[in-house]
């Protein structure tokens, strides 16, 4: 048996699962951080933010966005990745403790049933209330409703998946 793989997928877990899980080790006084994303396909932006983000607490939680909720953020050609390759991918990184995939259009319903102790996203999202732009991260009500936290992470300029398709992209135009 594989046991890298066995380790991987032992991270990717179900809503209640994680819900559980989150609960017991922030009632054991650790700080889960919350963070949640397409990452349809990974580059160095997003290994870095993820790093960031994990250095906020205890154990870090990736939302992942399903393909259906992909579509409907990012258009008819998204995802490149289908949602259990990304949840494979990412579960291999260790800066990531777990990985749930979630339908909705947003995480506040995630972050509504786990209550992590930090909700983190890109700098993109900043605005003027608290810093953050509500019309753009609606879960940050939620996690203030609880007394959670909201962190910003400043964005890497230059690495992003649009880009990264967009470089992809000219090389048809391009000769090599």
Do not use: W
Request: hydrophobic share 40%; glycine share 8%; aromatic share 6%.
């Amino acid at each position: 048996m594989n046991t890298h793989l066995s380790t991987t997928s032992t991270k990717i877990l179900s809503r209640a699962e994680l819900a559980a899980e989150v609960a017991r080790r922030q009632q054991a006084g650790e700080r889960g951080v919350f963070t949640n994303g397409c990452f349809d396909l990974l580059h160095l932006g997003h290994v870095r933010y993820l790093q960031e983000a994990r250095a906020l607490g205890d154990f870090l939680v990736l939302g992942l966005n399903s393909d259906e909720s992909v579509r409907a953020l990012k258009g008819p050609t998204r995802p490149l990745v289908p949602e259990n390759e990304r949840a494979e991918l990412l579960s291999a990184l260790a800066c990531i403790d777990y990985v749930t995939i979630f339908e909705e259009p947003t995480a506040s319903n995630l972050i509504e049933s786990l209550h992590p102790s930090i909700y983190v996203k890109g700098g993109d999202y900043a605005g003027t209330v608290r810093g953050i732009d509500p019309e753009r991260l609606p879960e940050a009500k939620v996690v203030f409703a609880y007394g959670g936290e909201v962190r910003l992470i400043s964005y890497l300029p230059g690495y992003s998946t649009t880009e990264l398709i967009q470089k992809i992209q000219s090389l048809n135009t391009t000769k090599l």
